[in-house]
């Protein structure tokens, strides 16, 4: 069973259970004070203390603070991320040469998100992480989005691209950036720890319900690209 600690404000804490290697309890101690408190006001302290380790442990592990929020991230992220380039991966192998319907580089788009942000118990903890990331940018975040989420951006611009061939590259920009910002809000307000949406709709918005999630976002975003082009 899970201990209770406090932590340097005297809030009570989830102490993870003693037992685990030392280095799996300092990420998942990690993972919950990151989300809770976001990377600047985590302290190495706090994670030490519900990881059950001493300070120096985190140097031992992950050489710093920053390397530690690298590898939190990598390991929340990667599922996410290897999931929609094998969908992206796989609508266009089942296309016509150079033609991905745009339906199916959208569902690429959509679906791990919805899907891989949410945790056993139904919350939404990547996507707290992410929200937290664009908020308050900082210099190892901003490398790791460069290096490990970029890539995956640029080769869905391009499949958009010639999803949309007659849609110029700098709207195809603006509308991936339009989508993923709608993505984010409805997954926030999705979340078991607020049910926003839910609450709003008089329960017409069931959020709980992922299937549901993925059918309004792709055609939401779907109609957003097929707009007219800006004059501009």
């Not at 007659?166 to 993505?183: E, K, M, Q, T, V």
Request: proline share 5%; charged share 25%; aromatic share 8%.
């Amino acid at each position: 069973m899970a201990k209770k600690a406090y932590g340097s404000a005297g809030v009570e804490a989830t102490q993870v259970a003693r037992g685990d290697d030392p280095r799996e309890r300092i990420i998942a101690a990690a993972r919950e004070v990151f989300i809770e408190q976001g990377f600047d006001l985590a302290t190495v302290r706090e994670i030490t203390l519900r990881a059950d380790v001493n300070v120096a442990a985190i140097n031992y592990y992950f050489g710093s603070k920053e390397d530690l929020i690298s590898e939190v991230l990598n390991l929340m992220m990667e599922p996410y991320t290897h999931a929609r380039i094998a969908a992206l991966e796989k609508c266009e192998a089942g296309a016509l040469p150079g033609t991905p319907a745009l339906e199916d580089v959208v569902n690429a788009l959509v679906r791990p998100m919805v899907q891989f942000s949410r945790d056993a118990a139904g919350a939404r903890p990547l996507t707290r992480l992410i929200l937290q990331i664009r908020s308050r940018p900082r210099e190892s975040t901003t490398r790791f989005f460069i290096k490990r989420v970029d890539p995956a951006v640029f080769r869905f611009i391009d499949a958009l691209g010639r999803a949309l061939p007659a849609l110029h590259r700098r709207d195809i920009f603006w509308r991936y950036n339009f989508s993923i910002g709608a993505i984010m809000q409805v997954l926030i307000d999705s979340d078991p720890a607020s049910y926003r949406l839910k609450k709003l709709s008089g329960d017409l918005c069931d959020t709980d319900d992922d299937e549901q999630i993925i059918d309004q976002l792709s055609a939401f975003v779907c109609a957003g690209f097929r707009a007219p082009p800006t004059a501009s």
